[in-house]
Nanobody, 118 residues
Framework: QVQLVESGGGLVQPGGSLRLSCAAS????????MGWYRQAPGKQRELVAN???????YYADSVKGRFTISRDNAKNTVYLQMNSLKPEDTAVYYC????????????WGQGIQVTVSS
């Protein structure tokens, strides 16, 4: 019953901005740890940012200062604002929800393409 649907990706020039959205159903965003991952061709999936329901936020060093993760609990949606985009940000981005209590279930969106190219 849990579904995570990403939107907002696409093609953008270097230095541009995009905002990714993750709309959740079947679970409550406000009480889960929510995160964004990405996977570039030939590379392993990596954690970009996550937000723990208690308020702690993590960013990968490669995106710190450029990306911002946020929640809109009323809309049950998580966002990733991406500024000053670089070609190396090109990847498929995945929304993730992790239940912080036992049993610790994890859910994934289908992924959305972000391409940064001039």
């Amino acid at each position: 019953q849990v579904q995570l649907v990403e939107s907002g990706g696409g093609l953008v020039q270097p230095g541009g901005s995009l905002r990714l959205s993750c709309a959740a159903s079947g679970m409550i965003v406000s009480i889960y740890t929510m995160g964004w991952y990405r996977q570039a061709p030939g590379k392993q999936r990596e954690l970009v940012a996550n937000s723990i329901s208690g308020g702690r936020i993590y960013y990968a060093d490669s995106v710190k200062g450029r990306f911002t993760i946020s929640r809109d609990n009323a809309k049950n949606t998580v966002y990733l604002q991406m500024n000053s985009l670089k070609p190396e940000d090109t990847a498929v981005y995945y929304c993730n929800a992790d239940r912080p209590w036992s049993p610790r279930n994890t859910y994934w969106g289908q992924g959305i393409q972000v391409t940064v190219s001039s």
